[in-house]
């Protein structure tokens, strides 16, 4: 059975951070290019981060800079460190796992900024 587990997730002030972490069970972690995903209220789920299975990064435009994408194969886990964080950066952010074959999901944690 196919696990992404968020954690990390809350309430913090603008100009805060958070560090998100997604651990992965089921899968063969190092054969999956691994993304963060965030969906606001009554938006579309849209990409923040992505790192392939070799290590390439890929950001959304609204988050160079101040967030930064990692993974641990060793552990298989993902993380999602953010910094700067604005109100704008409020969503559910979500883990997904992708391969030839697959796409797996998270249930998602909630990331609020306000003061």
């Known amino acids: 059975q196919v696990q992404l587990v968020e954690s990390g997730g809350g309430l913090v002030q603008p100009g805060g951070s958070l560090r998100l972490s997604c651990a992965a069970s089921g899968i063969i972690f190092s054969m999956n290019d691994m993304g963060w995903y965030r969906q606001a209220p009554g938006k579309q789920r849209e990409l923040v981060a992505g790192i392939t299975r070799w290590g390439q990064r890929t950001y959304a435009d609204s988050v160079k800079g101040r967030f930064t994408v990692s993974r641990e194969n060793a552990k298989t886990s993902v993380y999602l460190q953010m910094n700067s964080l604005k109100p704008e950066d409020t969503a559910v952010y979500y883990c997904?796992?992708?391969?030839?074959?697959?796409?797996?999901w998270g249930q998602g944690t909630q990331v609020t900024v306000s003061s």
């Open positions: 997904n796992a992708k391969n030839n074959y697959e796409d797996y």
